[in-house]
């Protein structure tokens, strides 16, 4: 309770800041007048050389499934998942200082409060309290950029930070949230944690190459102590798309399989062919290799085409997706680690409303992905989704030893889902989103759970942001 008092008053201090940039009036003199900043945020003082964004985020979701887990939810979760709500407020203050011809300084500070309500979520991870919260600082970091301190190289070329920040890389695959969400801190689905706990961060554009050397440490719960370096590299290739290739070592962690691991990735996303501007190639490869203990890889290709000159600029794309398995029958763990993986888009990295949410984790798994995707109008975005799942080894006996039902598990089909979402912006600040979902278990799934109902998800989400 004591943390939901803090946050609501970070929440208070950051509305009566923009009470008061509202009441002195937006006068262009009047560097307090509240005016929109570059970025799409509010600024409550800018006098070109000072500039100080207060921010507010709060979402609120509520969640409704009918037969969760096909219908064996209190055998699997100890209870009903059925319903339950979630809720985040980030309260935060971003200022920016030039330097003159020696750049620009920015630093952020931000609070941000989750909470579960009303049941336990899919996951089961705040059982079997049903109630689960927390208040933890999600951005506190400072970043320098060189300005025109460095011409030859072109505006703001090297930028330093460090503190806590996010970190993503490509469209999700690996690095997207350095923050664990659910269980005791609350908010599962939202997942608004994303920051990493330590970061040192170096970016360098020279053209059209950007390199980025990096040192992370997750904010993950329980903490694991997790410490990585990595350097990556992303090619602009302008209308054609992009190129990135990144190599990243874990030095050390309380995970055994992950303390020592180095990652290979590259990965493309490209319009292959001018004269078919519509049409889109993507896909990303990725080696882990930890001495003889793991060697696993994991990868995508997807292609679509959009047809942006028609109404609704309908899209239709497929995507393939394989994440290696262990067997069990060898000395060298097989299974891919999906390390830090997130949500880009729908489907990226969270592959399914319910699936990729609550049953799978990116590993030992094959995924296809069909996509419709329209745009009725310039606000409102919807996606039709469906995915087919398989298992890409069958439980080992180790496996089994942990989660008994396992052992049940013969077949590879985990079964099919269909999701529809609709993202419609209701304004510059206020955004709405409705997700519908079903799951039809494959006979592994009903191996592991020992039934077959269909199960049927509706989410809708509500988010204001200044």
Not at 291 to 308: M, N, T
Request: net charge negative; charged share 20%.
């Amino acid at each position: 309770m004591a943390q939901t008092m803090r946050m609501l008053l970070l929440g208070g201090l950051v509305l009566s800041l923009i009470a008061t940039s509202l009441a002195s009036g937006a006068d262009p003199d009047d560097p307090w007048g509240l005016r929109r900043a570059p970025d799409g945020g509010w600024s409550i003082y800018d006098d070109g050389e000072l500039e100080i964004q207060p921010t507010l985020t709060m979402q609120l979701a509520g969640f409704w499934q009918r037969n969760p887990w096909w219908g064996a939810s209190r055998e699997v979760l100890g209870d009903n998942a059925d319903r339950w709500g979630e809720g985040s407020i980030e309260t935060g203050v971003t200022v920016t200082r030039s330097l003159g011809s020696a750049g620009s300084l920015e630093g952020r500070y931000s609070y941000l409060g989750v909470w579960t309500r009303g049941g336990i979520d899919a996951s089961g991870g705040n059982f079997p309290d049903k109630t689960a919260e927390s208040g933890l600082v999600e951005d506190l970091y400072l970043k320098w950029r060189s300005g025109d301190l460095l011409p030859t190289l072109g505006k703001d070329a090297l930028e330093l930070s460090f503190g806590r920040q996010d970190y993503q890389v490509g469209s999700g695959f690996l690095f997207w949230t350095g923050g664990t969400s659910g269980g005791s801190r609350g908010g599962y689905w939202l997942a608004a944690r994303s920051a990493f706990r330590h970061t040192a961060i170096a970016r360098l554009k020279t053209g059209a190459l950007r390199t980025e050397a990096v040192y992370l440490s997750p904010n993950d719960s329980p903490n694991t102590h997790t410490r990585i370096v990595g350097i990556n590299f992303d090619y602009d290739l302008g209308k054609r798309g992009a190129l990135g290739l990144a190599y990243f070592n874990i030095y050390d962690s309380d995970i055994r399989l992950r303390d020592g691991l180095s990652v290979i990735d590259a990965r493309f996303n490209v319009t292959p062919c001018p004269t078919l501007p519509g049409l889109s190639l993507a896909g990303e490869y990725v080696y882990e290799q930890n001495s003889d203990r793991l060697r696993a890889f994991g990868y995508y290709a997807e292609v679509a085409y959009e047809i942006a000159e028609r109404s609704w600029r309908p899209l239709v794309g497929y995507r393939f997706a394989f994440f290696s398995g262990d067997t069990g029958e060898r000395s060298t763990n097989r299974a891919f680690d999906p390390l830090f993986y997130g949500m880009s888009d729908w489907g990226t990295w969270f592959q399914g409303e319910i699936f990729g949410e609550y049953v799978v984790l990116n590993q030992n798994l094959l995924s296809h992905r069909l996509r419709l995707r329209f745009e009725p109008s310039k606000a409102v975005t919807v996606n039709l989704l469906y995915y087919h799942f398989r298992l890409d080894e069958l439980p080992t006996e180790i496996a089994a030893r942990t989660e008994p039902r396992l052992a049940d598990v013969r077949s590879k089909h985990l079964g099919d889902e269909i999701d529809l979402t609709v993202d419609w912006s209701a304004s510059d600040w206020l955004s709405l989103t409705a997700v519908a979902a079903v799951a039809f278990p494959g006979d592994a799934a009903k191996e592991f759970v020992g039934e077959d109902a269909d199960w049927a998800s509706l989410m809708l989400l509500a988010a204001i942001h200044f």
